[in-house]
């Protein structure tokens, strides 16, 4: 059985009239990077202790990423795109050809030997691109149906609290991943 689980893309990006959008790329030791990366190799990366919700990944696992994206008029939560998980392994134990593969991962690139990278087998929602466009609307009604349990507050907006919830990796199970991409294929 995989699960998935829900990697928040902290810096909020823009999203454009046609769909498009762009992320803002994250700082790593001092240096700018895109996290998840815009090519292939698709994967991932942290340390453990930063993603304590990724502790119990295993290959086939889905990892599934979602940010804020805000139009001329207002901020919204969007899922930009996913992959399933092929393998994990501490930038300190990558050979020489994967080190030149992932060097573009700034745990790579800055020799952070304690990082662990998350390989990708496959794309989860599109077969050939890792971000989706349009990127999928993270609402109330598919909040509800991956389970996350959100105690809805009228004081606070629907998107404040999506990303509230979902601050912190969330796991979802089979059936909510399936759920997901079904959704996914009715909304695209």
């Known amino acids: 059985m995989s699960y998935g689980f829900l990697i928040n893309v902290y810096d ?6 046609d769909g498009t959008y762009q ?4 700082k790593y030791k001092g240096d700018l990077h895109y996290d998840p990366p815009f090519m292939p190799p698709y994967h991932y990366g942290d340390h453990p202790e930063n993603k304590v919700g ?3 990944l295993k290959p086939y696992d889905v990892l599934i990423f ?3 994206l805000k139009d001329e008029h207002e ?3 969007y899922i930009i795109g996913g992959f399933y998980v092929k393998e994990t392994v501490l ?7 994967d080190l030149m593969d992932y060097q573009n991962n700034p745990h790579v690139d800055k020799g952070d030997l ?7 087998e496959e794309l989860f929602f599109d077969q050939d691109r890792f971000y989706l466009v349009p990127p999928l609307l993270f609402n109330v009604e598919l909040a509800d ?3 996350l349990n959100v105690k809805w507050n009228q004081k606070h907006t629907p998107y404040q609290q999506i990303a509230w919830a979902t601050r912190a990796v969330r796991k979802i199970d089979n059936r909510s991943l399936n759920l997901l991409q079904n959704y996914w294929r009715t909304y695209g």
């Open 12 to 17: 909020p990006g823009i999203l454009f009239p």
């Open 23 to 26: 992320i803002k790329p994250a």
């Open 54 to 56: 990724l502790v119990p």
């Open 66 to 68: 979602h940010t804020t």
């Open 75 to 77: 901020s919204n939560r």
């Open 91 to 97: 930038v300190g134990n990558m050979d020489e050809q």
């Open 114 to 120: 304690t990082a662990t990278i998350y390989k990708s």
């Open 145 to 147: 149906l991956l389970q």
